[in-house]
């Protein structure tokens, strides 16, 4: 008798962010799951730092939570401070950012799951993928089990091949304490999968008790914290944990450099690329030579314990040289290391094998999502899980896929980014990569992807009209401020205050409150203001939101505009097995680059590396467009 009976809909390899996630909604949306994992233990864990969020990270969790996820829900009951980034910049910039408890978070995770229909677990490595005419029909277990699904997401993280290093000494491992995983990667190559290997290192976790806060920089969570969730399911945190900063020094800078000759990063044993944007403090001193001291974020791992994550300390050079160095950091003279910090090498395969549902184009049901796609982050994979999960679904159910565009979500540009662009280091998410970033904002994720998510079958009905509530109820405030004039006298003083001329004549709030000197506070004082909130029971969170849409009422529409154009392009499609041999006037590397990733409409085209605006016109011809 066989341990697996059925043939599941979806099996998900890997319980990590990305996996977990995938199995959620792949559950949620009616489909048979199966969350395979090698130790149910460890369901979501925090493997680098316990925070979630950050600039533009932040950005994705709430689009996670608008869509159905769990990671925002599980953020925000774990969460032991929050913050909100950038809260000095422009509406677009700003990003959530909570410190979580490790424990916790996984704990939350995992109860979740258990309590969510549809969802088996087995536990147990993975090592084969089973495949007929280019087509997944399920995977082999290490024990030689044949577990037969419709489609299966792969979301290894950094499992595949792993390979772990401190200083000279190198061991297997997919992360401190667990076995790689083998066997996967050999049975893609095998059917034509290209495959290459990453970087990524982790700093050492030091005991709190050892430390001396007193000579770092308190960092406390925001006075009135807000939370990543738009449900009614959670509560922002009614109190919070520090963290602190601190700062090395040319001294302990010479201390890392006594351990250079030993590094694996110098000597040549790590061959591979690590994330450029969060480089080992070895890196840093190497790149940085000027620069004679770098933040170190002391960050809490929990609630209760004595745990502490030396942000900023990434290492794998040996423990006694780590050790050493940070003895001469302010603040740590006498630390206690619970362990050291570590570099980790794994495979992973280059996404431009991806559709932009994430199921591959080689082999029809078989989905690749978080670091084996090469990204890094817990939010990035968490997001790939999503929509892998999704589209696995909408597969089985012979529906048509949830693709986001780039001006619909921060998820949408990340997935295009992978698949059109490629990448040959850790990608991480940035508001920069995100062209229309004021519509992507992190206070509108629920207007922009809930009915989406609603539509199918994902987001609950309570979801979808909470969101159109808070957008009945924000447009309505617009209205009041498009149609309710103010006096000069009432602003003058207000204006003058704040440097802005001074009005002569009567004028509508929304002319008069789009002035870039004001800011909210200055217009909640305003009569009227108050008044009209306090009559329609208004929160912070409608309050906002309406605020928002009058001071960038400009900038918005502007974004929107280019917005459209951009889906014009959209709307052109390159028909799916379009010849580009037989354009004999389009440069070699167009030709190559278009007929690698085969990208599906004009506008995906021209965000290829190295495909000219002329290639484009070119091409547009022989479409006969």
């Known amino acids: 008798m066989s341990l697996f009976q059925d043939k599941y809909d979806v099996v998900v390899v890997g319980a990590g962010h990305a996996g977990s996630e995938a199995a959620a909604a792949a559950a949620n949306m009616g489909m048979k799951t199966l969350l395979v994992t090698m130790s149910l233990q460890n369901i979501a864990q925090m493997s680098c730092n316990p925070a979630m969020g950050g600039i533009a990270k932040g950005q994705i969790v709430r689009e996670i939570d608008a869509l159905g996820g769990y990671s925002g829900i599980v953020s925000d009951n774990s969460a032991i401070q929050f913050k909100m980034l950038n809260i000095s910049k422009g509406p677009a910039m700003w990003s959530p950012r909570c410190q979580s408890d490790r424990m916790l978070f996984a704990e939350n995770w995992r109860l979740m799951l258990e309590g969510t229909p549809n969802l088996d677990f087995y536990q147990e ?27 299966v997401i792969l979301t290894n993280g950094t499992f595949l091949n792993g390979l772990i290093h401190i200083g000279d000494k190198q061991f297997g491992g997919g992360r401190a304490g667990e ?19 990453m970087k990524t290192g982790t700093p050492p976790r030091v005991d709190g008790r050892s430390l001396d806060y007193s000579k770092m920089d308190e ?6 914290p807000q939370k990543f969730s738009y449900s009614d399911v959670t509560k922002p945190l009614t109190k919070q944990r520090s963290c602190y900063m601190t700062y090395t020094s040319p001294e302990v ?32 001193i190497n790149r940085f030579a000027d620069k004679d001291r770098h933040q170190l974020f002391v960050e809490p791992e929990g609630w209760n314990t ?40 794994y495979d992973y395969f280059p996404p431009t094998q991806l559709k932009h549902t994430l199921e591959t184009k080689l082999v029809e049901g078989l989905f690749f999502a978080g670091q084996i796609n090469g990204t890094t982050g817990y939010e990035e994979a968490a997001a790939q899980g999503l929509m892998a999960g999704i589209n696995a679904a909408l597969k089985v159910q012979e529906k048509e896929p949830l693709i986001l565009k780039r001006n619909e979500a921060y998820i949408g540009v990340l997935i295009d980014d992978l698949i059109t662009k490629g990448t040959e280091e850790p990608y ?6 995100a062209e229309y970033r004021t519509l992507l904002r992190q206070d509108n994720a629920d207007f922009r992807l809930t009915p989406k998510a609603f539509e199918i079958g994902l987001a609950t009905e309570d979801r979808l ?4 509530y808070k957008k009945e109820s924000s447009e309505k405030f617009v209205q009041f401020f498009k149609e309710t004039s103010v006096q000069p006298k009432e602003a003058n003083p207000i204006l003058e205050e704040k440097g802005s001329e001074p009005m002569k004549q009567p004028d509508k709030m929304f002319k008069v409150f789009s002035r870039p000197q004001l800011e909210d506070n200055d217009i909640l004082q305003f009569n009227k203001v108050d008044a009209y909130i306090k009559e329609n ?23 929107k505009n280019n917005a459209d154009k951009l889906n014009r392009l959209e709307d052109l499609i390159i028909p799916e097995n379009f010849d580009y041999d037989k354009i004999k006037s389009m440069s070699y590397e167009a030709k190559d680059k278009l007929k690698k990733i085969r990208p599906v409409t004009i506008s995906q085209a021209s965000r290829i590396s190295g495909v000219a605006p002329s290639d484009i016109s070119i091409l547009l011809i022989h479409m006969g467009r």
Request: glycine share 8%.
């Open 428 to 433: 991480r998410m940035f508001t920069s990569r």
């Open 125 to 151: 490595m993975i090592s084969g993928i089973l495949i007929e005419n280019n087509k997944v029909i399920g995977v082999k277990t290490s024990l030689g089990i044949e577990i037969k699904s419709y489609t």
């Open 253 to 284: 800078h010479n201390l890392l450099r006594e351990g250079f000759d030993r590094s694996p990063m110098f000597n040549g044993r790590i061959k591979s690329l690590g994330p450029r944007y969060c480089p080992s403090i070895e890196d840093k």
């Open 306 to 345: 004595v745990e502490v994550y030396v942000n900023g300390f990434s290492t794998s050079l040996p423990e006694d040289v780590q050790f050493k160095a940070l003895r001469s950091v302010v603040g740590f003279e006498n630390v206690k290391f619970f362990r050291p910090g570590y570099a980790i090498e």
């Open 465 to 468: 009209r909470r969101m159109e």
């Open 179 to 197: 076995s790689a995983s083998f066997g996967i990667t050999e049975d893609l190559i095998k059917v034509g999968f290209e495959s290459g290997r």
């Open 537 to 559: 029971s208004l929160d912070d969170e409608i309050i906002s939101q309406a605020i928002i849409q009058v001071k960038y009422s400009g900038y918005i529409e502007k974004e």
């Open 219 to 224: 960092q406390p969570g925001d006075v009135n």
